[in-house]
Every structure is written in structure tokens, then in C-alpha cells.
């Protein structure tokens, strides 16, 4: 597959407000991963995370489907591969990525598809979005993450549910499982993703990257030790700063306090 086709089937657009957006176009074949797909996509991951001028990172797929998964035409070129070669692991560059990434969830996420979706910081899915785990249908073992973070978002009951019968999770049942921030119309999925990416592009972007990693971080540690990171960093970072970063502070939050909040 030419390095062209490999550009257009991952697609990167970006804002002068610092909103990078990816889009998986492949939509004839519901946005399926090929190898070079994947590597592609990871690749374009981790460059925008180390791209200054992007803020926020909003992951879409093309026509009917966010990612039907992997294309399984394709299967052994996939999964023969290193799996714990992390520069081509898409959800591996996803999880060390320092900026904010947002998923637009158009239509059906499926086996690979939801661990990519797993591995967004917060999600908005249209009211036709389906959440599917194929893995016990098809004889494929995850290896993308899907066996241990869904239970820790929804609970291992429904989790091992979802997961040992390959039955869809529909976009509002996700929604009241924690899952998904938002539901809404088909076709106004982008526009709410842009929303919410604007709203975090107008706070500190330093406290923005420091807060995404702390959460992230404590997620993996018991509740006593993630309040501990919480306190070093804290810590770390208000003895990190001047006399001059207080002041600013301080005029920052009273020229903020005297404007109204925007709603989500």
C-alpha cells in the first residue's frame, strides 16, 4: 500500500485554535485497521503530542463507523506482529500521549475499535453508536487493553457480559454506565467534541497537561498512594514557581472570576 493511500486512509487536520482532528477514512469498509493503518495512526499520535502549537486531539472515523476494528482480511499481518512494540501500538501512543484526546464516536466501535475508544480521556457518541467486544466471537485475544479497562469503567459484571457474549452497548446504555460524557444527535458529534475541545483550550494548558497525567497516573495506584501523587506534585509544582507566576496567577483568576463560565 502506497504512502499516498496510507495518508488519506489517516487523515490529520488542524486549527489555528490548536485542535488537531484524525480521522480513520476507510468508510466502504466501516474504517477497518490494516497493519500500515495502525502504524500510520500511531505515528500521527505521538508526533501531535509533541507538536507544540496542538492542544487537543479529536480521534473520528469517516461515514457509518468510528473503527469496525481490525481487518481481518488482514489478521495475521496484525497479529503476528510485536504487540509490545510501542512506537506502532496506536493504544500505546494514545496512553503516553500528554495531550487531551477527545473521541468522536460516529457509529460502530468495535474489538479494536473500543479499545481505541477506551484509550480517549473523554468521549461523545452519536445516538446510533454501538460499543461491541468481538473478541470471544472471533477467537481473537485483546491485547489492546480491553480486558481490564472496561471492567474498571463499568464494572466487571457488565464488563465480563459485554465482553463473553460479543453483544452491542448501545450509546445511552454507555452513557449511564459512565462510559461516555455525551450523547447527542447523529451528525452534531463533531461539533460537540469541537465544543468541548474549545472549552479546555481556553484554560492553563500547563495545569491542563499536569492534570490529565495526574488522574491518569493515579488511576493505575490504589486510592492512599493516587493522594500521595497527588500531594508531590502539588507540591513540585507550587515550589516550582516565582514571586511573578503568583501574581499572574492572581490576576488571571480575578479577570476570570469576573466573567460568566461557559456551560458544556
Request: charged content about 25%; hydrophobic content about 40%.
Amino acid at each position: 500500500m502506497d504512502q499516498t493511500r496510507i495518508e488519506n486512509l489517516i487523515l490529520v487536520t488542524r486549527d489555528r485554535n490548536g485542535i488537531a482532528t484524525i480521522t480513520i477514512n476507510r468508510p466502504k469498509s466501516l474504517n477497518s485497521l490494516t497493519r500500515p493503518m495502525m502504524v500510520r495512526l500511531a505515528h500521527q499520535i505521538n508526533a501531535l503530542g509533541k507538536d507544540e502549537s496542538v492542544r487537543v486531539i479529536i480521534l473520528t472515523g469517516s461515514g457509518r463507523a468510528f473503527c469496525s476494528g481490525v481487518d481481518l482480511t488482514a489478521a495475521e499481518e496484525v497479529f503476528k506482529g510485536d504487540v509490545k512494540d510501542v512506537e506502532t501500538n496506536t493504544v500505546a501512543q494514545m496512553e503516553l500521549c500528554k495531550k487531551p484526546i477527545i473521541g468522536a464516536i460516529n457509529g460502530f466501535a468495535v474489538t479494536a475499535g473500543f479499545e481505541i475508544a477506551l484509550a480517549c480521556d473523554i468521549l461523545i457518541a452519536a445516538k446510533g453508536a454501538k460499543f461491541m467486544d468481538t473478541h470471544s466471537r472471533f477467537g481473537i485475544f485483546p491485547s489492546w487493553g480491553l480486558s481490564q479497562k472496561l471492567s474498571r469503567i463499568i464494572g466487571a459484571n457488565r464488563a465480563r457480559e459485554a465482553s463473553l457474549t460479543a453483544m452491542p452497548i448501545s450509546a445511552e446504555q454507555a452513557e449511564r454506565w459512565g462510559l461516555v460524557n455525551h450523547v447527542v444527535e447523529e451528525g452534531e458529534v463533531l461539533r460537540k467534541a469541537q465544543e468541548v475541545a474549545e472549552a479546555i483550550v481556553k484554560n492553563n494548558q500547563d495545569l491542563v497537561l499536569r492534570y490529565k497525567a495526574v488522574i491518569n497516573d493515579g488511576l493505575k495506584l490504589d486510592l492512599g498512594h493516587a493522594l500521595s501523587l497527588e500531594k508531590e506534585r502539588a507540591h513540585a509544582y507550587y515550589s516550582g514557581m516565582s514571586k511573578d507566576q503568583f501574581q499572574k496567577m492572581q490576576e488571571f483568576i480575578a479577570g476570570r472570576s469576573s466573567k460568566k463560565p461557559s456551560k458544556l
